[in-house]
């Protein structure tokens, strides 16, 4: 199979959530595979850092503050990406926070904020890209979903899980209304993925991890850098007929049924 399958030399992304997790490990794949990069996120130091480091690729990488739960901050960061690079391949929806709270007592504000970042927010980002895309006749839009878009986590997740589904159907939707125009849309959805919120609970109930890894086959929690090839690979002309789909990124977790056991337990 020919590389230049994977080859995005010549192409333009621009990926939310770049500070750290999984927004930097897919700015640094679409880098490696050859694309110019603009990396958003809130943290513009954590941004500048993933600049820094896709020095390497030989690559332009350029770091941009946004907060993406305000539309006129997005259309100012599109404004600017029309300036620097004048086009837009790719886009890599992933940031947004997730905001905890049992469904009795978590206040409204912090469900509004769930949906700001990221359904909103994140519409905002495709409706902008998605116009540039479709007046050039084609792109690829990935929404970083989660497990949640498709099944109920519990433990508090009302507000994110309601969110996460709203990005699923969203990317069904975009897919449906823009693919025939050349413009895919896609979503991935991890299962628990280390990153710092993530160790923060760890670190705080030691048994979470263990809960978590009760439900992944696989047998370890995600990394960031496990999205790398698949960021590649949708982003790339090797998934022009991929679009519309969820694909889960979570070791088997979704795949495994509520009651089953992993390895040498289901034996007991």
């Known amino acids: 199979m020919s590389s230049s399958l994977f080859d995005l030399s010549g192409?333009?992304?621009?990926?939310?959530?770049?500070?750290?997790?999984?927004?930097?490990?897919?700015?640094?794949?679409?880098?490696?595979?050859?694309?110019?990069?603009?990396?958003?996120?809130?943290?513009?130091?954590?941004?500048?850092?993933?600049?820094?480091?896709?020095?390497?690729?030989?690559?332009?990488?350029?770091?941009?503050?946004?907060?993406?739960?305000d539309p006129e901050q997005i259309r100012r960061l599109f404004g600017r990406l029309d300036a620097q690079f004048g086009r837009i391949d790719f886009l890599g929806n992933v940031a947004g926070d997730a905001v905890l709270g049992i469904p009795e007592e978590i206040p409204l504000a912090a469900v509004e904020q769930s949906w700001r970042q990221l359904v909103f927010g994140r519409f905002c980002m495709c409706q902008e890209g998605g116009r540039r895309m479709l007046a050039a006749g084609g792109g690829s839009i990935v929404n970083i979903g989660s497990l949640a878009s498709v099944t109920a986590l519990g433990r508090g997740h009302i507000a994110y899980s309601m969110a996460m589904g709203a990005v699923a159907q969203m990317t069904r939707e975009l897919s449906t209304e823009w693919s025939g125009r050349g413009v895919r849309v896609n979503a991935i959805l991890p299962a628990q993925v280390l990153n710092p919120f993530l160790e923060?609970?760890?670190?705080?109930?030691?048994?979470?991890?263990?809960?978590?890894?009760?439900?992944?086959?696989?047998?370890?929690?995600?990394?960031?850098?496990?999205?790398?090839?698949?960021?590649?690979?949708?982003?790339?002309?090797?998934?022009?007929?991929?679009?519309?789909?969820?694909?889960?990124?979570?070791?088997g977790n979704l795949a495994m049924n509520g009651g089953g056991s992993v390895g040498k337990a289901a034996l007991k």
Do not use: H
């Not at 959530?17 to 897919?26: I, K, P, W």
């Not at 979470?208 to 992944?216: A, C, D, F, H």
């Not at 850098?225 to 969820?246: E, N, R």
């Open 200 to 251: 923060t609970r760890i670190a705080a109930d030691p048994n979470l991890k263990t809960k978590y890894l009760s439900g992944i086959p696989a047998g370890r929690l995600g990394r960031p850098d496990d999205i790398k090839g698949l960021a590649v690979f949708l982003a790339s002309d090797s998934a022009t007929w991929i679009t519309g789909a969820l694909i889960p990124m979570d070791g």
């Open 11 to 69: 192409k333009v992304a621009l990926v939310s959530g770049a500070a750290q997790g999984l927004g930097r490990a897919m700015s640094l794949a679409l880098a490696e595979a050859g694309a110019d990069v603009m990396l958003v996120d809130r943290n513009i130091e954590g941004a500048k850092q993933t600049a820094d480091a896709i020095e390497k690729y030989s690559r332009r990488a350029i770091a941009v503050q946004c907060d993406v739960s």
